[in-house]
C-alpha cells in the first residue's frame, strides 16, 4: 500500500511539471501572436488608411475643379467638347481619320481636281499646228454648211441637219448633201413636203442614208408641232429629236444658239484624249470621254477644243499609223509611236504602208469582181462544153 501511495505522488509531481512548462509555453506563444497580429494590424492600417483619405481628397478637388471650368467655359466650348467626345462613345461605327479634300486660297476654298500631266504644253502645240486652218472640218464643217443670208431660225435649223446628216460621214459628203438640200430649200416646210425617195436622193452617200431620213423627217415634224418651227434651245429639248444624241446636242448649242453646254466630242476627240492621257482611266465610249474632260479642262476650251482636236485627227493624229514624226507632242505624249510597228518607222516605210493598206471597202469590192469573175468563167466553160458535146 505505501509502494502505491508513493507512485501516486510521484505521478502528480510529474503531471504538475507538465503542467507548468506547458504554461509557460503557452504563455510565450501567446505574447508572440499578439504581437504578430498587433503588427498585422498597424501594417494593414498604415497601406489601408492613408490612401483612401488621400484618394478621396483627390477625387474631390478634380470634381471640384471640372465643376469650375465647366461653369466658367463659354456655351460654343461645350459644344465643341460634347462633339469631340460624341466619336468615342459610339459603338456603332469606329472613329475615321482626316482625309483632306480641299485646300485654302485666298479666294476661299476650292476643290482639288485631277489634271493631266502637260496639257497645257500639247494644247498649245496642237493649237500651233492647227493656225492654218486648212482641215476638212475648217472648210466644210457645221459652221460653214448653213446659209448666212437665211433667217436667224432657218440657219438654226440648217446647221442642226448638218450635224445630223455628219455622223459617221466624211466632211465633204455631208457638205455636198447639205448644199443639194439648199438648193431644193432646206427649211421644216420643205423637207416635211418632200417624199421620203427625193430626200434620200438629195442626202446620198451619206452613212446610214435611210435611217437618216426618217429621223430628219420625225425630228423636222417635231420641232413644227412642239418648238413653233425653230430648233430647241436646250440640250435636252434637242436630245428629243429622233437621232440627235449628245455630241450633237452640245455642238448645236454652241454653234446655232452660241451657248456653251457642253463639249461635242466626236470619234476624234474620243481618240486623242486618250491618247493624250487627258482622261483619268482609258474611256470606252465617246460620252464617258465628255465627262472625263468636263472634269477637269476649264470652260473657256470647251468650245474651241472640239474643232481643235477634230482637224488634229484628220491631219495628223490620223486613227490608222498616225504621224508622230511630224507631231510636235511627240516627247509628251504617252502614246507617242506606240501604235507603230518599229519596221513602220523607218522613213519612208509609213507612206509605203498607208499605200499598200487598202481599205475595207477596196477588199470587199476586189473579192466581189473575183466572185463574179468565177462564176461568168464557169458559166462561159459550161457553154463550151455543151457546144463540143453538139458537134
Known amino acids: 500500500m505505501d509502494r502505491d501511495v508513493v507512485l501516486r505522488s510521484e505521478s502528480i509531481a510529474v503531471l ?21 497580429r498587433s503588427r498585422m494590424a498597424q501594417g494593414l492600417r498604415s497601406e489601408d488608411g492613408p490612401p483612401k483619405v488621400k484618394a478621396e481628397v483627390h477625387e474631390q478637388s478634380i470634381s471640384f475643379a471640372a465643376l469650375e471650368t465647366h461653369a466658367k467655359a463659354p456655351a460654343a466650348t461645350k459644344v465643341k467638347e460634347e462633339t469631340d467626345r460624341a466619336p468615342l462613345t459610339s459603338h456603332s461605327k469606329p472613329r475615321r481619320g482626316h482625309v483632306k479634300v480641299e485646300y485654302e486660297e485666298e479666294a476661299g476654298l476650292k476643290r482639288q481636281r485631277w489634271e493631266p500631266c502637260d496639257w497645257i504644253t500639247q494644247l498649245s502645240f496642237i493649237r500651233e499646228m492647227r493656225s492654218k486652218r486648212d482641215a476638212p472640218v475648217d472648210q466644210m464643217g457645221a459652221e460653214k454648211c448653213y446659209d448666212p443670208e437665211a433667217p436667224p431660225e432657218v440657219r438654226r435649223y440648217q446647221v442642226l441637219i448638218s450635224l445630223m446628216l455628219s455622223s459617221q460621214t466624211k466632211d465633204h459628203v455631208t457638205a455636198g448633201a447639205v448644199q443639194r438640200l439648199r438648193e431644193h430649200g432646206l427649211t421644216v416646210d420643205a423637207v416635211l413636203e418632200m417624199d421620203d425617195e427625193t430626200l434620200g436622193k438629195l442626202i446620198y452617200p451619206v452613212g446610214f442614208w435611210r435611217t437618216k431620213v426618217k429621223y430628219v423627217k420625225r425630228a423636222s415634224a417635231l420641232i413644227r408641232q412642239e418648238f413653233r418651227g425653230d430648233v430647241p434651245d436646250t440640250v435636252e429639248g434637242l436630245m428629243r429629236l429622233p437621232g ?6 452640245h455642238l448645236a448649242m454652241d454653234i446655232a444658239w452660241g451657248r456653251v453646254s457642253g463639249i461635242g466630242v466626236d470619234t476624234h476627240v474620243h481618240r486623242i484624249s486618250n491618247r493624250l492621257g487627258w482622261t483619268k482611266k482609258e474611256t470606252k465610249t465617246p460620252e464617258e470621254t465628255r465627262r472625263a474632260l468636263e472634269e477637269w479642262l476649264p470652260r473657256d476650251l470647251w468650245s474651241e477644243i472640239n474643232w481643235l482636236l477634230v482637224g488634229f485627227g484628220q491631219q495628223v493624229c490620223l486613227p490608222v499609223a498616225p504621224l508622230c514624226s511630224v507631231c510636235l507632242s511627240q516627247h509628251t505624249c504617252p502614246s507617242a509611236h506606240k501604235s507603230l510597228k518599229p519596221a513602220a518607222r523607218r522613213p519612208g516605210e509609213l507612206a509605203a504602208r498607208v499605200k499598200e493598206e487598202p481599205s475595207r471597202r477596196r477588199r470587199d469590192t476586189a473579192k466581189q469582181e473575183e466572185e463574179d469573175l468565177r462564176k461568168r468563167s464557169g458559166r462561159k466553160d459550161g457553154a463550151g462544153a455543151q457546144r463540143t458535146e453538139e458537134t
Do not use: H, Q, Y
Open 16 to 36: 504538475d511539471a507538465c503542467a507548468t512548462e506547458a504554461m509557460a509555453i503557452s504563455n510565450a506563444n501567446k505574447g508572440g501572436i499578439r504581437r504578430l
Open 244 to 249: 440627235v444624241g449628245p455630241k450633237m446636242a
